[in-house]
């Protein structure tokens, strides 16, 4: 199977030094002590869990064994923690090498967030199989691991802002940071939200307007307004309020508004999401016949994505 990793979304060069900086580096050594000293203890994580993690990325990077050690924990971390040579073939471009080890990075945490939650695999929700496959846990997880790990990524974005490298992980994904301020406020609560299944419509949907947005895509805005229009729709379905005669975005933000209801939501709020679908969405969402098709800046782009998220954390935290 095809695995979505860092170095598949960002095929492009996106880093031009001629080697890591020394911070890079210490980030990835950093990040061995999180998973390696710290949480792998903690959840007991087998040979069979590094083995996954392994074979998943040496089949991206199209090799056998990535590091010659003895065990597979001893590989992730040989791999994560290795110096860049500029004169060693397999090391490649610094930008190659960088994407390697954020790509195992990202296995490490999607898998260990996946040990702690029900939440299928951004794979298994696609229909496919699941991205890592599971070696049979001792015991559930606990309450104090769900802790542990939610701290670990935490540590793990501070990581990334400490060395500079404008990136931040969440639910699986690396992808490429807002502005710290939002970050902190918006977008590290709206994701910790999402990672109850029950989102993982919005969930996917918003991560599709990063990676869109990021490759400087027309349509990133409009899958941001597609994962508002999820949570619109989730909210409407659980409260009961859903009639099946809806029709489109407006129609479940009546339900949201509606004082019969209990006005889940004030008028004006709803005034103000209706305008968002008109002018983001759906100029988007129908052919643009012989008028010239919908652009948006890269700051209204930036600023659909960011307005979606902080919707959708306020109407979630609601419930």
């Known amino acids: 199977m095809i695995h979505d990793l860092f170095l598949r979304r960002y095929p492009n060069q996106i880093y031009w030094g001629d080697r890591p900086t020394p911070a890079m580096q210490r980030l990835f050594i950093q990040v061995a002590h999180i998973v390696f000293t710290d949480v792998a203890p903690a959840m007991r994580l087998d040979q069979g869990f590094f083995k996954a993690v392994h074979d998943a990325l040496a089949r991206e990077l199209g090799q056998g064994r990535l590091f010659d050690a003895p065990t597979y ?41 996946d040990r702690v939650s029900k939440r299928p695999s951004a794979s298994a929700q696609s229909g496919g199989v699941p991205l890592l496959s599971r070696s049979p846990s001792p015991a559930p997880e606990s309450n104090e691991n769900e802790a542990a790990v939610a701290e670990a990524v935490r540590e793990l974005n501070n990581r990334f802002r400490q060395a500079a490298m404008g990136l931040h992980y969440h639910n699986g994904l690396i992808q ?51 994962a508002l229009e999820s949570t619109i729709k989730i ?42 679908f008109v002018h983001v969405r759906n100029p988007h969402g129908h052919g643009a016949g012989s008028q010239p098709p919908p652009t948006l800046t890269d700051h209204q782009t930036a600023w659909a994505i960011e307005t979606a998220m902080s919707w959708i954390k306020s109407l979630i935290r609601r419930l």
């Open 73 to 113: 924990d001893a590989v992730c971390g040989e791999f994560l923690t290795e110096t860049y040579d500029l004169w060693k073939d397999r090391h490649g471009t610094a930008d190659t090498f960088l994407k390697a080890r954020l790509s195992l990075i990202e296995l490490l945490f999607r898998g260990i967030q």
């Open 176 to 226: 490429f940071a807002q502005d710290e301020l939002t970050d902190e406020r918006t977008a590290e609560p709206c994701w910790t939200i999402l990672r109850d299944p029950k989102w993982a419509n919005v969930d996917r949907e918003l991560k599709e307007a990063i990676d869109r947005a990021d490759g400087a895509r027309a349509d990133a805005a409009f899958h941001a307004a597609k």
């Open 235 to 276: 909210i409407s379905d659980d409260q009961r309020w859903t009639t099946g005669r809806e029709r489109g975005a407006a129609n479940y933000i009546d339900n949201l508004v509606s004082q019969k209801n209990g006005r889940f939501m004030e008028t004006w709020e709803g005034e103000m999401l209706r305008a968002f």
